[in-house]
């Protein structure tokens, strides 16, 4: 039996462009339920989750436009590929972001997904959408930043 260690994680999808189009404010950890397939192909890294987001539908968190691709070897027994999927939450959790998102006008949706100890997580935020003058100052402080790391990199030489 394999050992794991305490933070064996292996990112399998990221989202990065979140980081620019969304102010983020809180992150959360949750599981996913999925067909033996979807993981196969989550351990070859067939996975996008660029458009995706969460919801809330009756008490239960939906993670809904992730793409899963088919696993090449799964035949007739394969997934739907854009499938919604549920996610572990629990129930105190969803409560409070079903809270959020409906009265603050905050969006779920997903940074990364991994697998953590042999399992799959996702790695959800509660995010606003940036005005395009943040936008705009975000460009300028990490263009400004980047300036200063290279005039400090030549002023050590």
């Not at 989202?15 to 950890?29: G, Q, V, Y």
């Not at 989550?42 to 919801?55: C, H, M, Q, V």
């Not at 935020?125 to 975000?138: E, W, Y």
Request: proline share 1%; charged share 40%; hydrophobic share 35%.
């Amino acid at each position: 039996m394999a050992q794991h260690k305490t933070d064996d994680i292996k990112v399998v999808a990221t989202n990065r462009k979140a980081t620019h189009d969304f102010e983020i404010h809180d992150r959360i950890e949750a599981g996913l339920v999925l067909v033996g397939s979807e993981v196969k192909s989550l351990r070859d890294a067939k996975a996008t989750i660029n458009d995706g987001f969460a919801e809330i539908r009756r008490g239960e968190a939906w993670l809904v436009g992730m793409q899963i691709n088919e696993y090449a070897w799964a035949n007739r027994f394969n997934h739907e590929p854009k499938r919604i999927r549920k996610l572990l939450l629990h129930k105190q959790e969803i409560e409070k972001l079903e809270g959020k998102t409906q009265l603050r006008g905050y969006t779920l949706i997903p940074l990364q997904l991994y697998f953590k100890k042999g399992r799959v997580k996702v790695e959800l935020a509660l995010v606003t959408h940036k005005k395009h003058h943040d936008k705009r100052a975000d460009k300028r402080e990490a263009d400004d930043k980047r300036e200063i790391d290279r005039a400090m990199k030549a002023n050590r030489r």
